[in-house]
């Protein structure tokens, strides 16, 4: 991560509900760069969050309960699809 990046980072962390917040998250969660998030991309990087809670004690919530969550949170207007 170069300076810029970090900088970046620092600030979308520090202004969570800011649009340049949103943007920095969204360049990470659309790995698929095809402007929307599915179950299957929340799945993704929520097993990882679940791999290092297992690792240090922490009885991590199940995957399908994150992703109903999420869902829920967000309320799409096309189910378990969030657009931009």
């Given at each position: 991560m170069d300076h810029k990046?970090?900088?970046?980072?620092?600030?979308?962390?520090?202004n969570p509900s800011s649009?340049?917040?949103?943007?920095?998250f969204w360049k990470i969660l659309d790995v698929q760069n095809d402007g929307f998030l599915t179950p299957f991309i929340i799945k993704m990087f929520y097993r990882e969050v679940q791999a290092k809670l297992s690792e240090n004690g922490i009885e991590p919530v199940k995957l399908e309960d994150v992703v109903v969550e999420v869902f829920d949170m967000i309320n799409p207007s096309i189910a378990l699809t969030v657009y931009r």
């Open positions: 990046k970090y900088i970046e980072f620092v600030l979308a962390i520090e649009k340049p917040a949103f943007d920095f």
